[in-house]
């Protein structure tokens, strides 16, 4: 099983190299890279010096859920505390969460881009969400500073001789799966008429939050599918009697 940094829209590809040599140094060497700007460049690999490596194994993609599908867990990094939705966590227990989820399937760490951060689009894929502490208001830390920190915490939750947390029963379902399922239960939305009520359209942001936060496991998503799908056979053989 494998643990990947995720870089979307990075801007200067000096932070792609640097961030390179930081996963590099703690053992990461699984680097994807959503849209970015200019890459192979040669900034990136003067910054990466020595990882070179991580950086011509680097997966480049256009769009961020190809470079998450086949992930089990998914953790989202921002500076900011805005994101009320999510229960933040500090990067240490973040370390365990990613050494715990690894024993079972891919696991990925999320990074935004140096204007913007992470968007709602992004965040709404991911189970968690992790802040590094900073003193005082100025909480952005440089790109491949912040992939130092988490990636440091990984590697002191998942090196040898370190506690391992029992792993989990069964594993995650992955962030495809979890895709397949929320269009899946909005069609079932529409077909059962059911009214959106969050005033502004929010139904499915706050269904995505709910489960995310849950982190479903295969036998869960495949009750919850299960489940869904009664509801549109029901709901066909329930039309029929009446048109007959
Ligand atoms: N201006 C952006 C900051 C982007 S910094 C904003 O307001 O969000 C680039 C990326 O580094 C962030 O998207 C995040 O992935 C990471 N990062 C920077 N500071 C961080 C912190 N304190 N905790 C966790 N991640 C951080």
Partial sequence: MSIRVVLVDPNHPGNIG???RAMKNMGLNELHLVRPKAFPHAEATARASGADDV????RVHEEFDDAIADCGF???TSARK???S????EPRECGQLVAEAAQVGNVAIVFGSEKYGLLNVELSRCQRLVTIPTAGDYASLNLAMAVQVIAYEIMLATRAGAPAPPPPDVPFATAREMELFYEHFERVLEEIDFRDRTGGGHLMARIRRLF???RLD???MNILRGVLTAVQSRRRTAGKTVSS
């Fill in 18 to 20: 640097a961030v390179a």
């Fill in 55 to 58: 950086l011509d194994a680097a």
């Fill in 82 to 84: 805005r994101h009320l």
């Fill in 74 to 76: 998914v953790v989202g």
């Fill in 86 to 89: 999510f229960d933040l966590v």
């Fill in 218 to 220: 295969q036998n869960e």
């Fill in 212 to 214: 995310n936060r849950a």
